[in-house]
């Protein structure tokens, strides 16, 4: 490849590669397919040129498929839309524990952690139990598919909630004049 070919293919890559960082930034969740097993959705924070992870331990989410030096697929959604915006090739890196980097990327994790059980003792917790990975983008894109990709979801123990009993909003009203009455 020579001249404008050459210029026109690393302009490609640049804007590729551009995308893929500001989708992922902003987006508060991925989905992610492992070897071998089906996309789920993962919380995430970039960090270094990478998607960062934290997973496979009690009360973390579950990484299956997902191995060191392995591969993945990773689909952004836009934030404000939940569309799907870019889909990118990544290679999976598991960092050593205690690690300057995984010491980096726990300490970008644990800000955007959300309800954790053990607040400042996190780290620690993660570094015994979990697992923190890096799927680094390979500089590829996957071009969006045409039609539909949905797919029956995976099993869990939930339950849907069912609708309310007729009687309940009277009775809650009742509880509330009745205090009211109490406070007087």
Do not use: Y
């Not at 490849?1 to 995308?19: I, K, S, V, Y």
């Not at 400042?120 to 039609?147: K, Q, S």
């Not at 979801?153 to 009211?180: D, S, Y």
Request: some cysteine; proline content about 9%.
């Amino acid at each position: 490849m020579r001249g404008p070919a050459r210029l026109l293919f690393m302009t490609e890559q640049l804007l590729d590669r551009a995308l893929i960082e500001e989708a992922t930034k902003k987006s508060g969740l991925i989905w992610v397919r492992g070897d071998g097993v089906s996309s789920r959705a993962l919380w995430h924070v970039w960090h270094e040129g990478a998607v960062c992870l934290i997973g496979d331990g009690p009360g973390e989410q579950p990484l299956p498929g997902l191995v060191d030096g392995g591969s993945a697929v990773v689909t952004v959604r836009s934030k404000d839309k939940g569309g799907r915006l870019v889909t990118w090739d990544a290679t999976v890196v598991e960092l050593a524990a205690g690690s300057p980097e995984w010491e980096a990327a726990v300490a970008e994790l644990k800000g955007k952690r959300l309800n954790a059980p053990d607040g400042e003792a996190m780290p620690e917790r993660w570094g015994r139990e979990c697992r923190v990975l890096r799927l680094e983008p390979t500089g590829t894109t996957v071009p969006l598919p045409d039609g539909d990709l949905a797919a029956v979801p995976l099993p869990t123990p939930a339950t849907t909630r069912r609708p309310i009993p007729a009687g309940l909003p009277r009775l809650l009203l009742k509880r509330r004049r009745k205090a009211k009455k109490a406070k007087k």
